[in-house]
């Protein structure tokens, strides 16, 4: 039986072993989920950051300097008033950087390390995985690993994939590049171990989700109909209900943001009055991704098998 889909046949026509494999591929395992949190916290909080600025245009051969300008207001004006609010919060986040974007902007992401934030793996030029010709995906991403540390002095211990898109070779980079964590599957609220073909892998997914995802709301594109102008109040009322549940359930909040879209006048008050939100409901931990990751994995209330 072969591993991949015949592609002559249709999926109605696919023996089982070729759909379980299809499913088993990057499939979530154990629950990482952990019976306490430190200090007595009721919730982790992972806030990130993606911080892509110039890297959408430039990875649709779109050299239009009104996109490129879009992208450059992500570092201009989003990233200061982002770090300004974070220090005053005194909340660490996780800034997920495409190569791309970190050699346009060396000095701001030497500023978000030195100032105590995680950096991540974000692809070389926020590409597409899934449409990459065969070993395009693993040399990026080395490469992409290599610019991040050349430019803060640590090794970036996790990942996000652009546009969450994980492709069936993406576990295996992972794992060759001895990441802690992954964050762009959606199979849990909360931490879970991924596995690879029903074997463990020691990798940490920290699930993100569109919900989450400010991109969803606000990502306005000039020449196609996606033009969701939602109001920053309605964004606000489902990330909180978001919060809501998960520090109900003792789980892990995990927000994803993007500085050109987040960081305009009206919409950065609404990460502003949600942090508030969550300090005013009980004890929360503020943390890094790689913290988090790093602590469901020594701490989780499911024993490995
Ligand atoms: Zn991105």
Redesign the pocket.
Do not use: K, L, M, V
């Given at each position: 039986m072969t591993d991949t889909p015949n592609p002559h046949a249709e999926p109605w026509q696919w023996p089982e072993p070729t759909w379980r494999n299809i499913v088993g591929r990057a499939r979530a395992g154990r629950s990482l989920a952990p019976t306490a949190w430190p200090g007595g916290a009721r919730c982790a909080v992972a806030i990130s950051f993606?911080?892509?600025h110039e890297?959408?245009p430039l990875r649709d051969s779109d050299e239009s300097p009104m996109r490129i300008s879009q992208g450059q207001y992500g570092n201009r004006r989003a990233m200061p008033r982002i770090l300004k609010l974070l220090d005053r919060e005194a909340i660490p986040a996780s800034f997920?950087y495409?190569a791309v974007s970190a050699l346009l902007h060396p000095e701001e992401v030497r500023r978000v390390a030195a100032a105590g934030h995680e950096i991540g793996i974000?692809?070389w030029i926020?590409e597409a995985n899934t449409k990459l010709p065969p070993g395009a995906e693993r040399d990026l991403t080395f490469r992409a690993a290599d610019t991040l540390e050349s430019l803060t002095g640590t090794r970036p211990v996790g990942m996000?994939t652009?546009?969450w898109d994980f492709s069936v070779d993406t576990l295996d980079i992972i794992r060759e590049l001895g990441l802690l964590y992954d964050s762009s599957l959606m199979a849990d609220d909360d931490a879970y171990e991924l596995e690879a073909d029903g074997k463990p892998t020691g990798v940490v997914e920290l699930p993100p989700e569109w919900i989450r995802d400010d991109a969803v709301y606000w990502n306005f594109v000039r020449f196609s109909g996606l033009r969701p102008y939602t109001p920053p109040s309605s964004v606000l009322e489902i990330f909180k209900s978001e919060f809501d549940g998960a520090y109900a359930e003792g789980g892990m909040f995990l927000l994803t943001l993007?500085p050109h879209i987040s960081g305009h006048r009206s919409r950065l008050p609404v990460l502003e009055q949600l942090i508030a939100h969550i300090k005013a409901t009980g004890p929360c931990w503020f943390a890094t991704h790689a913290d988090i990751a790093r602590y469901c994995k020594e701490n989780a209330a499911e024993p490995s098998a």
């Open positions: 993606d911080a892509d890297t959408i997920f495409p974000h692809s926020h996000r652009a546009s993007h």
